[in-house]
């Protein structure tokens, strides 16, 4: 049960032009996103996240987007550069009954082509 | 405050071995996470710890791994008598609370690339 979709495995881009990644989520009850980056042979970065109670958060270059009707997140980058190429992961803290793990979807690889 | 240490980063065994992972969380953090990536997925949950408590051991195999955080030293991660299936990536992660609720992220390690022969 994938309960946070990434349905694009890829995306590619020219330098200076905007990236978005999408993420889809099934679980009504996740209320928290985060946004992490990993660059090959390395742990997964943090990058940005956002609360439910905001449809928005910016931070320099990127942008997450969150709508919960469509339960649907975004990550924007703008302007791409080419040491963005990474794969970005997705992901909501699941909490139940004093447990907690992230839920990760599968990633999505960038390349920014300069 | 250095960050999430994890060792060996690289570790080979033969199949009928054991392999030890280490994890020594960010100082002050109180919860670690260890999950693991095979090639082309996502991140999968295996176990969630606190000190000399396991939390969650839900997304781990029921045979063969274990998982522990002693009150002093790094947390391990034990596979016994590997198997070929066991290779993969495995990431340890810790915070200093739970991360719903507090607007907080999980830091990860560099990982832990276990290739079984």
């Known amino acids: 049960d994938q309960q946070v979709k990434q349905n694009s495995p890829s995306l590619s881009v020219q330098e200076g032009r905007i990236s978005i990644l999408n993420c889809d989520y099934t679980n009504s009850m996740f209320d928290y996103f985060l946004w992490y980056k990993k660059y090959p042979a390395e742990g997964p970065t943090f990058l940005i996240s956002i609360s439910s109670i905001k449809d928005k958060n910016e931070d320099g270059r990127f942008t997450v987007f969150l709508n919960k009707s469509a339960k649907h997140l975004s990550l924007h980058i703008v302007p791409s550069q080419p040491g963005d190429s990474a794969v970005y992961f997705c992901a909501a803290p699941a909490t139940q009954g004093g447990s907690e793990k992230l839920v990760f979807g599968k990633g999505t690889k960038l390349t920014v082509n300069p | 405050n250095a960050g999430v240490m994890q060792n060996p980063r690289h570790l080979v065994r033969r199949r009928g071995q054991e392999a030890r992972l280490r994890c020594s969380p960010m100082k002050g953090h109180s919860h670690v996470y260890w999950y693991r990536q095979l090639p082309e997925e996502g991140l999968k949950f295996m176990v969630y710890?606190?000190?000399?408590?396991?939390?969650?051991e839900s997304g781990m195999p029921k045979e063969r791994f274990s998982a522990e955080f002693p009150k002093e030293g790094p947390s391990i991660l034990r596979i016994q008598q590997v198997v070929r299936g066991d290779s993969a990536a495995y990431f340890c992660?810790?915070?200093?609370?739970?991360?719903?609720?507090?607007?907080?992220?999980?830091?990860f390690g560099q990982g832990t690339r276990l290739t079984v022969v």
């Open positions: 710890l606190q000190k000399e408590n396991i939390i969650d």
């Open positions: 992660a810790s915070s200093p609370y739970l991360i719903q609720g507090t607007d907080t992220e999980a830091f």
